[in-house]
């Protein structure tokens, strides 16, 4: 591509021509095949313009190859009118024909597509003419799959010392599937009462987790986190967490929860989503994560340094950076597999790009001299393992999407030429994510669908339900999420027993538990419909939770007599602020106090202050 001093637009042909040397005329004019070609600049700049009007612009439009007929269209029909080299290579998998150099990068020799495109420019008055017969590019295709890949081809290069060649080498491991929609939302309860119990304490300055909490939360987690490090005999093989370290972020950033001392106790917000469909809860966590200032995922990168330094100054705004990805997610067809390096290409196809930095020269692996991404930064390493972070800690964590994921250790070799990457085992932990699947859930919190119904519970025989109340364990031991949901409504009498229990069952009614919910989970863990003296227990204690209603608070007025009483209670201006109770005594609710007292200076009484 031959080289223009940076502009923006050029509003004519000529404009462009003038940028160029006599040499570069010379060598334009020579792709017109005529003879008589003129040796001045401005003889050479309006011959050139002359060859791209009329029949003589479409007769090398025709001349073009397919994809430089590509690369014209899709300048002409860009908004800017420059041609994206990124955007382009991802959606035709190739880059068009600009001409030639030589093995130094000089003696540029154009091609015919240097004629329509200057630079990256096109020029105004020639997009003009080309709208009359070139068309619109090809809309861009998506690679998907219906079910998703049973294992990952892991591929790698060594060197042979023997035959002094490098090898290649590919083996097949078997992807670890997670199907997070149901998870996510069993996830979010176990999360929230753990917070309710006061057993997430989290950094004052970062909000971030410690890792004793990171422990308990991955224990009541469906299926725990993606990677045990506990199964992981080498330490730099070790991944750490990403599901346990999300959730806590997660519920700060959509104010479910906030710092008390050194642990997270629940907001009002908190205590309601307990009782609100976890999909509502969800989606709103999803919109203020787009927007939240709590953390930058590129500092889950562990081993892109300088992002507390010089290179803090130079990163993007996180709201834009997740918006692009948020927009590329919902042009995700549903229900669909697709691998993360076919996602990467449609969010470059279709313009979803985005920047980290507008600086990676301050941003470095192990020394910010040598180790400085500026040199020949790569889009994977920066744009590509933010994206990867987002979709795996925390899109994925609220079952935005389905993974499909293995151990990052050698999967994306993509940094093994940065310097001071010679001992890493993966660049990030989140090298593994292989595959994705856009879930109906995450098609309501992309607003795709402006309704969710939820998947039915999973269906576990973990406990039968005796007529008698009590919950007996059976077959495979409880999850710590389901005994986190029986500590709620029953009481254990031994090991592998519970017992429901009427003052913890109206304790949770109190709390906003539904019955219902109840319901669903002991029929879906026992395997069951619940016994007749279960159903009729449940019905009473959710009787009697509804017989008593808090009302607010409400100050008690003493009057001297009876009839004084029975005269403020029915008088016009008085009645509507105030419940008779007993003979002596007015009910005055909070909220009506100021206008009741005002009423009775008009009836002629003020009120004192109690005396005993």
């Not at 020949?376 to 744009?383: A, C, S, T, V």
């Not at 795996?392 to 935005?400: K, P």
């Not at 292989?434 to 995450?442: D, F, H, Y």
Request: net charge neutral.
């Amino acid at each position: 591509m031959p080289y223009y001093q940076d502009q923006l637009s050029f509003a004519t042909v000529e404009e462009a021509l003038q940028q160029l040397t006599v040499s570069d005329l010379k060598n334009l004019a020579a792709l017109l095949n005529t003879s008589n070609k003129p040796t001045r600049k401005a003889e050479l700049v309006e011959f050139i313009q002359r060859h791209l009007l009329g029949d003589n612009l479409r007769h090398l439009w025709t001349k073009l190859d397919r994809l430089q007929q590509a690369a014209v269209a899709e300048t002409l029909y860009e908004t800017s009118g420059s041609f994206n080299a990124n955007q382009f290579f991802a959606k035709y998998q190739a880059a068009p024909n600009w001409g030639t150099v030589d093995k130094y990068g000089y003696n540029r020799q154009p091609s015919l597509l240097c004629l329509f495109i200057y630079g990256v420019i096109m020029p105004g008055d020639l997009q003009k003419r080309l709208q009359a017969f070139v068309p619109a590019p090809e809309a861009v295709t998506l690679n998907s799959l219906e079910n998703c890949p049973e294992v990952f081809q892991l591929r790698w290069q060594e060197w042979n010392w023997e035959t002094r060649q490098q090898e290649n080498h590919e083996k097949e491991i078997p992807l670890i599937r997670c199907e997070m929609e149901t998870a996510a939302q069993q996830d979010l309860q176990a999360v929230l009462r753990l917070v309710n119990a006061g057993k997430v304490a989290v950094s004052d300055k970062t909000g971030y987790p410690s890792t004793t909490t990171m422990t308990a939360i991955a224990s009541v987690l469906i299926g725990s986190d993606y990677y045990n490090d506990a199964e992981i005999a080498d330490a730099d093989e070790k991944v750490g967490f990403i599901k346990a370290f999300a959730w806590p972020m997660l519920i700060q950033a959509a104010g479910l929860a906030e710092l008390f001392g050194k642990r997270l106790a629940l907001t009002k917000a908190g205590q309601k989503a307990l009782t609100t469909p976890s999909a509502e809860t969800i989606r709103n966590i999803w919109k203020k994560w787009l927007k939240t200032k709590l953390i930058d995922e590129l500092r889950r990168i562990d081993n892109i340094k300088g992002q507390t330094g010089k290179g803090k100054q130079g990163l993007t705004a996180t709201d834009k950076r997740r918006e692009a990805i948020s927009q590329a997610l919902a042009a995700c067809p549903l229900k669909r597999w697709l691998t993360c390096d076919e996602f990467f290409r449609i969010m470059l196809a279709k313009g979803y790009d985005f920047q980290v930095t507008r600086n990676p020269w301050n941003l470095y692996i192990g020394d910010a001299h040598y180790g400085s991404l500026g040199n020949g930064n790569d889009w994977g390493i920066l744009q590509g393992r933010y994206t990867l972070c987002l979709l795996f800690e925390y899109t994925a964590t609220l079952g935005i999407i389905n993974i499909a994921y293995v151990h990052p250790s050698g999967v994306r070799r993509d940094y093994t030429d940065l310097w001071g990457t010679d001992d890493l085992p993966f660049f990030s932990r989140y090298d593994g994510l292989a595959s994705l699947q856009l879930t109906p859930l995450g098609a309501y919190c992309l607003g795709i669908r402006q309704n969710y119904n939820p998947p039915p519970l999973e269906v576990r025989s973990v406990f039968r339900v005796l007529p008698n109340l009590e919950i007996a364990a059976t077959g495979e031991p409880l999850t710590a999420a389901d005994t986190l949901v029986l500590e709620i409504y029953a009481q254990k009498i031994s090991d592998a027993v519970w017992r429901l229990d009427q003052t913890k069952l109206l304790s949770a009614i109190a709390e906003n538990h539904n019955m219902g919910q109840l319901r669903e989970f002991l029929q879906a863990r026992s395997g069951h419909k619940l016994p007749e003296t279960v159903n009729q227990f449940l019905a009473d204690v959710e009787n009697r939770a509804n017989s008593l209603c808090d009302r607010g608070q409400a100050r008690l007025i003493e009057c001297a007599d009876p009839a004084l009483a029975v005269l403020i209670a029915n008088d016009s201006r008085t009645k509507k602020l105030c419940f008779l109770a007993g003979e002596k005594h007015l009910v005055v609710p909070t909220e009506s106090e100021t206008k009741f007292r005002n009423a009775v200076k008009k009836l002629g009484y003020s009120i004192s202050l109690g005396r005993n």
